[in-house]
């Protein structure tokens, strides 16, 4: 079914269609139609996970990346999602580079994308985050005084993705870090620094040893005053697949030197090696940060290399050409914990969790 509607979708923007259909959706769960939705995509023995101290519905979440702004957590939860990782959020809103700027590469089963964290900001989406908890909380406040079980044995866990607005230069990054982790802290239940993008200039080049010290180590500073309020928040760090191995021998190493709650792996790649599409439509999409199946294999081997570093201690997401339970099974063999799904969602449709969770041991 979804694989017809997919093809009438594909005919046109990617960018488009991600937002009629994220809207169309929305549309169907207000007029009534969430527990027939949920009937469809949730797999009905949905294994609960801890990690972070978090319990998780299940082990596959959203990246980041997808619901940049908050916007579509109730629908999300309708699809079976254990966890969604919004954002990248920055301080400021910004609109992100010039369009197009979201491509498909259906022949790779791959996207290339540009966006260049557009998002609203920091302010509007904690605003947006304070209105989905309170309604979280009448709704369990309601099955309470039915005598039903509340919504928090299935709740939605989110992650707040958070980077540095395009015009802030490197050396005040930690600044902006600092706003949104500050701001969002009281709403989201982990959090996971992103230098990793290949989308705004220079980011990259905060993945160097010192530079991620100077970040993390700050915001670890300052959740020690936030949790007293708040509770503790995870921080994972999101790294690229692109890393030389003394480069996430370095990553490894601060990990566990800091001892950082977790990282995300792995985010886009830059490499366009080994696909099928032709090259001079490569050539004239341009750059962009590519995900989807190519970057499967590579994202495996980071997370086995990353978690047989640090001796599995320092927990991995596992996020990379995951469309189908083997794809997920083979991350969690390589040592992730939880794995993200994005390119897979747009591919394989709504019902991608629901088939992961029941294929996955």
Not at 153 to 160: F, P, R, V
Not at 207 to 228: F, G, W
Request: contains cysteine; positive net charge; aromatic residues 8%.
């Amino acid at each position: 079914m979804y694989q017809l509607l997919r093809r009438f979708l594909f005919l046109f923007s990617p960018e488009w269609v991600h937002y009629f259909s994220m809207n169309a959706l929305k549309v169907l769960c207000s007029l009534g139609f969430r527990r027939l939705i949920r009937g469809m995509f949730q797999h009905g023995n949905m294994v609960a996970t801890t990690l972070f101290g978090i319990r998780f519905p299940n082990r596959v979440g959203l990246g980041a990346g997808f619901d940049k702004n908050a916007r579509y957590l109730r629908e999300l939860e309708c699809l079976g999602f254990g966890f969604v990782e919004i954002g990248t959020v920055t301080p400021l809103p910004q609109a992100g580079n010039d369009k197009p700027r979201l491509f498909r590469l259906p022949k790779d089963k791959a996207l290339i994308n540009r966006m260049g964290f557009n998002n609203d900001g920091v302010d509007v989406v904690v605003e947006r985050l304070r209105k989905w908890k309170g309604m979280q909380f009448a709704i369990d406040s309601l099955h309470e005084s039915q005598n039903q079980l509340p919504t928090a044995n299935c709740q939605l866990i989110i992650g707040g993705n958070i980077g540095k607005n395009k015009v802030t230069p490197n050396e005040d990054a930690w600044k902006d870090y600092e706003i949104c982790f500050t701001k969002l802290y009281p709403w989201v239940d982990y959090f996971v620094v992103n230098v990793s993008s290949p989308n705004t200039p220079g980011l990259r080049e905060l993945q160097e040893k010192e530079s991620l010290r100077k970040i993390l180590t700050h915001l670890q500073a300052l959740r020690i005053t936030l949790k007293d309020t708040h509770g503790y928040k995870p921080l994972l760090l999101k790294i690229a697949p692109d890393l030389e191995p003394s480069q996430l021998d370095d990553v490894g190493a601060l990990a566990m030197e800091i001892q950082l709650d977790g990282l995300v792996a792995t985010n886009t790649t830059i490499q366009r090696s080994g696909l099928i599409t032709d090259a001079a439509t490569i050539e004239k999409i341009g750059a962009g940060g590519l995900s989807g199946l190519p970057v499967r294999e590579r994202s495996t081997g980071v997370v086995k290399y990353l978690v047989e570093k640090t001796g599995g201690q320092i927990p991995v997401i596992a996020s990379g050409g995951i469309f189908a339970a083997a794809d997920a099974q083979e991350k969690l063999d390589a040592g992730a914990s939880l794995v993200q799904v994005w390119t897979g969602f747009i591919y394989e449709g709504p019902a991608i969790v629901k088939k992961i969770c029941k294929g996955i041991k």
